[in-house]
């Protein structure tokens, strides 16, 4: 069959040994436990004669840009394909060890242990390994397959920017905010129609569990996966969409009964939709027959056929202005009121809980005033825009915390009559906030600039402009 669709699926274990330190939680420095569910890595591999894509799914809460970009290289060197064509997704689960090496909050900047940091590389060099070779692995398995798309709904995700009493912006509950709870799918078949691959992606935050738990943990994504798997047998990659201000409703726990309920409900949603999936060619037939009353009869006759019509990948580089820079004077008054802060704790003898977080912002506060003492005003980030397009399938993926704004956006823009939208892809940079929440403050434009260690944040506009850039990559796939 000329040009025909190949896809093969793969997946290792990238649990690490107890000790590391959990990411995504500042006050957390303590060593993991041990693990409460197997972290696992799984890559996909779709090709036809002119394109081939990867795509990884990381029980990671996302690599920096450098490792992740290194990554992908020697991925697509190893599977022959460009390295914008390596979709590097993470789960961003906040229960793994802490790979992101230029976040502030990791043992690369506060109170390592001994021997802390070089395990740490250890265990990413060990990664990239291993992610180059389940790649390979599923380069290898490639076998003829054809694809459909489909989603359905769950009540999970609800808007995280909560105002408070006071009107300060919490992290909590919002159910009046903009919310995305489709459960989108990509179903990869065999010719005959057993299932390879699922692919399935949902707006969310995967930090159900929360401060308490010093467990290695998959989270939310990995009950997906397995209620996915087990009734389908596929194997199931999960992709978190744009859930920068998008949490679960339960959120931060200690029972880890909650993950199972998150997942379940996600999962089963994500079944409903693949078991309504076809992606043999086919027509559906009419017969009409008699028993004891006159019967209308449909049947599905199926053909041959093509593979697919389209595979198609594209990249775009977007550029994300940030808010003006401190003057010398408020910048030094920044830097001075983080260190007496910090040394107060200290004499007061206060836990890791208040001093690491507190140390972070010391860090972050030195570095804007060096940006300031070097002349800068204004500074920006470069973020990439990667995507792909299987017939009536398009995902668009970014690096990042995209607000579920900018998902639902880019689905706008789209003319498939599917698309998955995921963020956390190719490197976390930072959050990328709609305009109210950069007026209004709250985490996503204050605690969390500090802890990717970006001098400021997004200036206004910032979720329109990217946009309009997937509109951009969109039409350079055809859609």
Request: proline share 5%.
């Amino acid at each position: 069959m000329a040009n025909q669709l190949t896809a093969g699926v793969a997946c290792v274990d990238i649990t690490p040994s107890p000790g590391f330190r959990l990411q995504g939680a500042m006050r957390r420095i303590e060593g993991a436990t041990g693990a409460e569910s197997p972290l696992s890595a799984t890559a996909l591999v779709l090709a036809d004669d002119a394109t081939k894509v990867v795509v990884l799914d990381c029980d990671l809460i996302g690599f920096d840009v450098k490792t992740a970009t290194a990554i992908r290289a020697a991925i697509g060197d190893a599977v022959g394909t460009p390295p914008a064509q390596v979709i590097l997704g993470c789960t961003h689960t906040h229960n793994a060890p802490s790979v992101h090496r230029e976040a502030l909050g990791g043992p690369h900047h506060v109170a390592p242990r001994p021997g802390e940091i070089e395990a740490l590389d250890a265990y990413v060099k060990e990664l990239q390994g291993k992610l180059v070779d389940v790649s390979t692995q599923a380069d290898g398995s490639r076998q003829p397959a054809r694809a459909g798309a489909g989603s359905d709904q769950a009540g999970v995700a609800v808007n995280r920017e909560e105002m408070g009493a006071d009107g300060r912006v919490l992290v909590g509950r919002n159910p009046d905010g903009v919310t995305d709870r489709a459960v989108d799918v990509l179903r990869i078949d065999e010719i005959d129609g057993s299932p390879i691959a699922v692919v399935v992606g949902y707006a969310a935050h995967p930090v159900v569990m929360g401060y308490q738990t010093l467990e290695y943990s998959t989270d939310y994504p990995g009950v997906v996966r397995g209620v996915v798997e087990q009734a389908t047998g596929a194997t199931c990659l999960f992709l978190t969409g744009a859930a920068g201000n998008q949490a679960c409703w339960s959120f931060l726990q200690a029972d880890w009964g909650e993950k199972e309920r998150a997942g379940g409900e996600i999962g089963a949603a994500a079944l409903k939709a693949f078991y309504r999936i076809e992606t043999r060619p086919h027509r559906v037939v009419r017969d009409e027959g008699r028993s004891l009353s006159a019967v209308a009869l449909y049947h599905k006759e199926f053909g041959e056929g093509q593979t697919h019509q389209t595979l198609r990948a594209a990249s775009r580089p977007v550029t994300v202005e940030l808010q003006s820079l401190p003057d010398l004077a408020t910048a030094e008054g920044q830097l001075r009121e983080a260190e007496e802060q910090l040394q107060a704790l200290r004499s007061e003898d206060a836990g890791t809980a208040q001093t690491a977080p507190q140390e972070i912002v010391v860090v972050w506060a030195q570095g804007v005033l060096d940006l300031v003492k070097a002349g800068q005003t204004q500074t920006s980030a470069a973020y990439e825009l990667v995507g792909f397009r299987l017939d009536d399938f398009a995902l668009v993926g970014m690096q990042g915390e995209p607000f579920v704004e900018i998902g639902l956006g880019a689905k706008q823009r789209s003319k498939t009559t599917h698309t998955m939208f995921a963020g956390y892809v190719n490197g976390a940079i930072g959050y990328l906030p709609v305009d109210q929440t950069i007026r209004q403050g709250g985490m996503a434009v204050s605690a969390a600039v500090r802890s990717y260690n970006l001098p400021a944040a997004p200036a206004l506009g910032t979720v329109d402009h990217i946009v309009e850039e997937c509109g951009q990559l969109l039409a350079e796939l055809g859609v």
